[in-house]
Each structure stands twice: as structure tokens, then as C-alpha cells.
């Protein structure tokens, strides 16, 4: 088992430039989720999905879509990309929403927006 | 709102024992959890409390206090690849977790 992937491992963009992170995890979870982490900051939720089909933001979802037409890939986009979304963007899974459901992180994906 | 605080970095020395604490405030609680996060990689699960007290996992134990919004992570034996960053993050009534900065700690040999 893979676990939780992530395509790429990392990206240069120019702003305004547009792109699509891909997500994928093997283990048939329903919930996933993206992150971003900051220097300084903890992990902030830009949007998950509680199910194939089914989307919905998080605390800071400004600037991102997201897709889930696998159970098994969560698609980010960003449309059109700004300095201020130079990150560390985290992709995690678990199988529910309840008590002691570990999340199970990605990599990771380092984006530099020049 | 919701609130989570705890240490920016600490230093301790291989062999000694740390104690990591992190105080929370958040809408609802539904348990806390510890991760650890390398740097440069992907943060993966140490502990997870709901209850008060204390749980321990080899040379990692935690403890949790939900009257007092506290909870700390305590490292016993301290090895040069416990040098990481330690995220607390409780879980709201939404189920969703809220994470720290993260506590940055140091091992000297």
C-alpha cells in the first residue's frame, strides 16, 4: 500500500498561472482533506470531502476549487495563483469523522509563486 | 474562537525527559491529538487522549486535562531523532481538528 500520495512534489508558478495538486490514497478512506502549512502557523483546512461526489471549505478556502470525483483522488486548484499562496500544501485521508480516526498524511507539495 | 497554544521551540539534551504542553480552547471537544512532523515531511500520528489522564506508548506518554483545557506531551529518553517538530491539535464538535504552530524541539547530543 502507497498510503496517501501527492503529484507534484513540488512547483514553480508565476502569478496568474493556473494548476491542479492531485491527492491520491489506497486505503478506501471516505475523508480527505487539504491543508496548508505557513511558517509559524499550524496546519489551516482549505476544503475536504466527506465522500465521493461531495466537497466543502474550510477555514480558508479563498482562491482554491476542489474535486472529488474518485473516492480514492482529491483534486486542488488553483485557477489563478498568487504570491500569497507560496505553502506547503498537505493532502490527509481518514476513514471517518469520529474520535481517534488518525488522519494519514501526503507528502506534501512545495508551490513557490513568483 | 478557537484558540490553540503552545511552546515556539525548546532544547533538551539525548537522554533527559521533555515535557511539551499545549493549552486549547475551542467549540467543543471531541479528544486531542499529538503528531510528530519531521522537517520537510508530512506530519504522522503519536497519541490520541479523549479522557482525562494519562496514556502512555513506549517512551512517549500524554495526558490530558479537559477541565483545564491542557494537555502535554512528555518524551522519555530523548534520542537525536526525536528532534521534530510535535503538533497538538484537538478535535471541535465538528470533528474537525485544530491544529498548533507546533512546538520545535531540539535534541543536543
Known amino acids: 500500500n502507497a498510503g496517501v500520495t501527492q503529484t507534484p512534489k513540488f512547483r514553480v508558478l508565476k502569478t496568474g498561472q493556473s494548476m491542479t495538486l492531485l491527492c491520491a490514497q489506497d486505503?478506501?478512506?471516505?475523508?480527505m482533506y487539504w491543508y496548508r502549512q505557513d511558517p509559524g502557523m499550524g496546519l489551516r483546512l482549505i476544503h475536504y470531502s466527506v465522500g465521493e461526489g461531495t466537497t466543502a471549505k474550510g477555514e480558508v478556502p479563498d482562491g482554491y476549487n476542489v474535486s472529488r470525483l474518485k473516492k480514492q483522488n482529491f483534486l486542488l486548484g488553483l485557477e489563478s495563483a498568487a504570491p500569497s499562496q507560496t505553502s506547503v500544501y498537505f493532502c490527509?485521508?481518514?476513514?471517518?469523522?469520529?474520535?481517534?480516526?488518525?488522519?494519514?498524511f501526503g507528502p506534501g507539495t512545495r508551490l513557490l509563486v513568483l | 474562537g478557537q484558540n490553540i497554544d503552545q511552546p515556539t521551540e525548546m532544547t533538551a539534551t539525548e537522554g533527559a525527559i521533555v515535557q511539551i504542553n499545549c493549552t486549547y480552547q475551542t467549540s467543543g471537544f471531541n479528544g486531542l491529538f499529538w503528531y510528530q512532523q519531521h522537517a520537510g515531511e508530512a506530519p504522522t500520528f503519536l497519541s490520541y487522549n479523549v479522557l482525562d489522564g494519562l496514556e502512555e506508548k513506549g517512551r512517549f506518554s500524554s495526558f490530558l486535562s479537559r477541565s483545564k483545557g491542557y494537555s502535554y506531551l512528555l518524551l522519555k529518553e530523548l534520542q537525536m531523532k526525536d528532534s521534530a517538530s510535535y503538533l497538538c491539535a484537538p478535535l471541535d464538535s465538528n470533528y474537525q481538528l485544530i491544529w498548533g504552530a507546533g512546538t520545535k524541539l531540539i535534541i543536543k547530543p
Open positions: 490527509a485521508s481518514t476513514q471517518g469523522a469520529g474520535d481517534q480516526e488518525t488522519q494519514y
Open positions: 486505503m478506501n478512506h471516505e475523508y
